[in-house]
Every structure is written in structure tokens, then in C-alpha cells.
Nanobody, 121 residues
Framework: QLQLVESGGGLVQPGGSLRLSCAASGFTLVGYAIGWFRQAPGKEREGVLCIGRYGATTNYADSVKGRFTISRDNAKNTVYLQMNGLNPEDSAVYYC??????????????WGQGTQVTVSS
């Protein structure tokens, strides 16, 4: 079964950091771009960051510039989202998805369960 599994979420205080992981199962990430997305209650899902097959990154959300970074470890078949300087507006369920390229809006496969990030004091 081809799937991506998100992990690493949790409760963190404003200004804190978290690192989310997106692990592939049943396929190799090498041939895909991987995007991170998030959805807060009552809001539409939005793109956050994407990393291409060769490591180039694309920022989808101005609000995370300078705070979030994306990286991939092909040997571990995992993509990471490092989130620093978190604020309550970053609270959401975070999802990862595979794409042919970061430029396309189309994802391959279905959404996973995501991982909850809550930023609160």
C-alpha cells in the first residue's frame, strides 16, 4: 500500500519549535516532490512548503518564510518540516502529499491522517 505517514506534531508554546516527519511506505520518495500542507479549523487546506525531487524548495505560504524549512532524507525515505518561531496561527493539522513537481497543484494519491500541531500557552 502506497502511503505517507505524518508524525511529530504536538502541543508547543508560542515561540517554540517542532519537527514534523513524513515517512513513505510502499514506495520510494526519490521520484517525487513532497509538499507540506495544513488545515486549521474552519479554514481551507493551504500549502506550506514543497521540496522537489532534487532538493529545490518552494514556499507556498508567505507567513512561514524565515521560520519553516523543508528537507528530505532519501536514504530514510522521509521528508521533514522544521518549524521554528511557532505562533498560534500555525495551529492546524499538517499533512504531506506527493506531487509530480512543486509547481503543480495536483497531488498523487490520497491524503493521510495528518499530525496535529497546537501552539498555545
Amino acid at each position: 500500500q502506497l502511503q505517507l505517514v505524518e508524525s511529530g506534531g504536538g502541543l508547543v508554546q508560542p515561540g517554540g519549535s517542532l519537527r514534523l516527519s513524513c515517512a513513505a511506505s510502499g514506495f520510494t520518495l526519490v521520484g517525487y516532490a513532497i509538499g507540506w500542507f495544513r488545515q486549521a479549523p474552519g479554514k481551507e487546506r493551504e500549502g506550506v512548503l514543497c521540496i522537489g525531487r532534487y532538493g529545490a524548495t518552494t514556499n507556498y505560504a508567505d507567513s512561514v518564510k524565515g521560520r519553516f524549512t523543508i528537507s528530505r532524507d532519501n536514504a530514510k525515505n522521509t521528508v521533514y518540516l522544521q518549524m521554528n518561531g511557532l505562533n498560534p496561527e500555525d495551529s492546524a493539522v499538517y499533512y504531506c502529499a506527493r506531487k509530480a513537481t512543486c509547481a503543480t497543484s495536483v497531488i498523487s494519491g490520497s491524503w493521510g491522517q495528518g499530525t496535529q500541531v497546537t501552539v498555545s500557552s
